[in-house]
């Protein structure tokens, strides 16, 4: 078997060779979208969409593209592949496994995890006070959403470090020459995840507590309970995308302002209101997120005609950035009408179940910070390659130290 015909290699597709082109795709993206609008990589044999209306109608429209699919950017391993998976099936078997896990996310839940949060927003920069600089990697964009999913989920957080490693490991993406190695990086990844995990589901079921995870040894699907392996596999779930997408916000936050945006934190500490804007904004402008599907039958939705079978990737990032859909949209602008009506967190029957956590977790992130310290800014000499690490999307911020006034 080729090593590409299970996976979707986004980099053959996009031939941006450098982390830093990664890091800025978004030239190529209006190229695309002026030039190749709906564009066929024949390689892979695989739909590219890259206007906001395409990529919206390729989420929404399950009939026509399907989550039950054998190829993707990220192949799903065999043992994800039970009831409680959310990611591999559409509508109407989709609600019932998703009910299964959206209580926990539900504005009223998350309200009483508020001042949980808090507690460890203050905590995590309370150790920043005094010092002239901080990796805001490091100190907040990795700790935060990884202790607050550990307690939700209700596993030890001391391990947070075990966990940012395996879930760092199964978002790694495939390439075409080291494919065995990191086909065998994550197998043993997921291994060793669930056999850290399968103790504390016994536990839970026998002495259960408030987190989810107890939550998940009592939900039924099918008036059937979910089995132990089941509640282990939707927990791996939860505790790799419950962090990975808010670490890399709160990462992007920051490069926002001190980049795309010089001198707005100074209009945030004047007016705190302004954050959720301007977390809305660095979702919209500043991710190079993509969601793939399966051509569910023929059509000629987009013009060409597309095969049932076909794979087919939007590319978000591209489509948050459509001029049709925001006027200046290169522009980085918290005041921009409309701009939560980015894809970033999809949309339709598969919008990200952990968007509302992701949002008030970054937003009370950004507001602490921004009471507790009077500027911040960029460390001299700064060069983005070094800090740069590849991730599923692209490229991420492994590192950004920033000095503190």
Not at 246 to 254: E, K, R
Request: hydrophobic fraction near 40%.
């Amino acid at each position: 078997m080729k090593a590409n015909s299970q996976i979707i290699l986004l980099h053959e597709i996009s031939k941006l060779g450098t982390s830093t082109a990664q890091w800025e795709p978004y030239a190529w993206y209006k190229e695309m979208r002026d030039n190749n609008p709906v564009y066929y990589d024949a390689e892979q044999d695989v739909w590219n969409v890259f206007l906001y209306d395409h990529a919206k109608r390729v989420l929404f429209d399950h009939e026509l593209f399907s989550n039950k699919k054998e190829r993707s950017l990220i192949p799903i391993p065999q043992r994800l592949e039970s009831r409680s998976n959310v990611n591999l099936v559409d509508p109407p078997e989709h609600r019932k496994r998703r009910a299964l896990l959206a209580q926990a996310f539900t504005p009223r839940s998350l309200k009483d995890w508020e001042p949980r949060i808090q507690e460890i927003v203050d905590g995590l920069i309370a150790e920043m006070e005094g010092a002239p600089s901080v990796d805001i990697v490091e100190s907040l964009a990795i700790p935060l959403p990884i202790i607050v999913i550990a307690d939700l989920l209700g596993v030890p957080y001391q391990d947070r470090r075990q966990f940012k490693t395996w879930s760092d490991i199964l978002f790694l993406p495939y390439n075409n020459e080291a494919f065995a190695d990191i086909e065998q990086q994550k197998g043993q990844a997921m291994k060793e995840f669930a056999e850290y995990l399968y103790p504390i589901v016994l536990q839970k079921r026998n002495h259960p507590e408030d987190d989810i995870i107890s939550d998940l040894t009592k939900a039924e699907l099918e008036g059937e309970r979910l089995t132990d392996e089941e509640v282990v596999m939707s927990a791996i779930g939860l505790l790799g995308a419950g962090n990975e997408t808010t670490t890399t916000l709160i990462s992007n936050m920051f490069y926002c302002m001190l980049f795309d945006k010089p001198g707005i934190y100074q209009e945030l500490r004047s007016d705190l209101s302004l954050v959720p804007k301007l977390t809305e904004e660095v979702l919209r402008f500043r991710f190079a997120a993509t969601m793939d599907r399966k051509v569910a039958q023929d059509t000629n939705v987009f013009g060409p005609e597309m095969k049932a079978g076909q794979a087919i990737v939007a590319w978000i990032g591209s489509a948050n950035r459509d001029e049709s859909k925001y006027e200046s949209a290169d522009v980085f602008d918290i005041h921009r009408p409309g701009n939560q009506q980015h894809l970033t967190f999809g949309a339709g029957p598969h919008f990200c179940l952990g968007a509302p956590l992701a949002r008030l977790e970054a937003n009370m992130a950004l507001t602490s910070f921004v009471k507790r310290f009077a500027d911040i800014r960029q460390v001299e000499g700064f060069e983005i390659a070094p800090h740069l690490t590849v991730s599923i999307t692209g490229q991420s911020l492994k590192s950004f130290p920033i000095e503190l006034r």
